[in-house]
């Protein structure tokens, strides 16, 4: 059993738990579940904004513990003043060190769209998702097939919520439905955790035209941003090249300015 299989047996586990301590019918009587979410695909169109989605991620099966002791608080204010598009937090306490709570905290504190990491398997961590303040869900083409992202999708749209569905090879591409506005492509290899950055090259062209479209995983240079705009991407989730500094919104912050300083010296040279 490889390291997602683990993940998904444990998740579908946990979430039956989940549902006997918190009914449906509790989480939405939460403060967020009838609030207006921010659109995640607005923000990374936005002129104005990096396109960085800034993540919050404690650790992780690949790299072990990166940033244990965040504060959630802090650094969610500190990504959306940094310029950030949209925020990340991951909500996997087994493998990531996450917490349904970090979402609350960064939602109380931001305007920003915020997106729920996990492994979404139910219609219920939709359902979750919502109370809990989100915007967005992460939906993984690897976790699900192509009649589950259908359903799961139309439930978070039907809550208001966008999904970001994520890929990571070509057998993925006809999974994606005409409801979901926004793909990633994930550079990491899920069964083996490697990167490969041209996994994004790769499959930009064959991604449907009118989605907006999401680089993940290894991005860590100015250089690779500008190109993988270049080739069309307009989001760039980020998460393990900030949080391995000791101040991970001030990394952001320093990266969006050398993005900015980089795409005014491109503007002037045109």
Do not use: W
């Not at 683990?6 to 579940?33: A, C, D, Q």
């Not at 930009?204 to 270049?230: C, F, N, W, Y």
């Not at 080739?231 to 760039?236: I, N, R, T």
């Amino acid at each position: 059993m490889n390291t997602l299989e683990k993940i998904i047996t444990h998740k579908r586990s946990e979430v039956e738990e989940n549902k006997k301590l918190y009914p449906v019918k509790l989480l939405e009587r939460s403060l967020y579940f009838n609030s207006v979410p921010v659109s995640l695909d607005k923000y990374l169109k936005r002129q104005d904004k990096s396109g960085i989605i800034a993540e919050i991620k404690k650790r992780s099966p690949s790299k072990g513990i990166i940033n244990n002791y965040v504060n959630v608080e802090k650094t969610s204010i500190g990504y959306m003043q940094a310029g950030a598009s949209a925020i990340s937090v991951l909500t996997d306490k087994t493998f990531f060190g996450g917490t349904n709570q970090d979402l609350s905290l960064a939602r109380k504190f931001n305007f920003c769209p915020i997106l729920r990491k996990d492994f979404i398997v139910d219609e219920y961590q939709i359902i979750e998702a919502k109370s809990i303040g989100a915007d967005a869900i992460l939906l993984i083409a690897a976790c699900l097939n192509k009649n589950e992202i259908i359903l799961l999708s139309e439930l978070a749209v039907s809550l208001g919520l966008e999904v970001l569905l994520e890929i990571h090879e070509e057998a993925d591409l006809e999974k994606i439905p005409t409801s979901i506005t926004i793909v990633g492509v994930n550079n990491r290899d899920l069964k083996t955790l490697k990167i490969d950055m041209n996994t994004s090259f790769r499959l930009i062209d064959k991604l449907p035209k009118e989605k907006t479209k999401v680089a993940e995983s290894g991005i860590e240079s100015v250089e690779s941003i500008l190109q993988l705009r270049e080739a069309g991407y307009s989001g760039f989730l980020i998460g393990s090249y900030f949080m391995k500094h000791p101040e991970p919104s001030f990394a952001c912050k320093e990266f969006i300015s050398l993005i900015n300083n980089a795409t005014k010296k491109l503007s002037n040279a045109d």
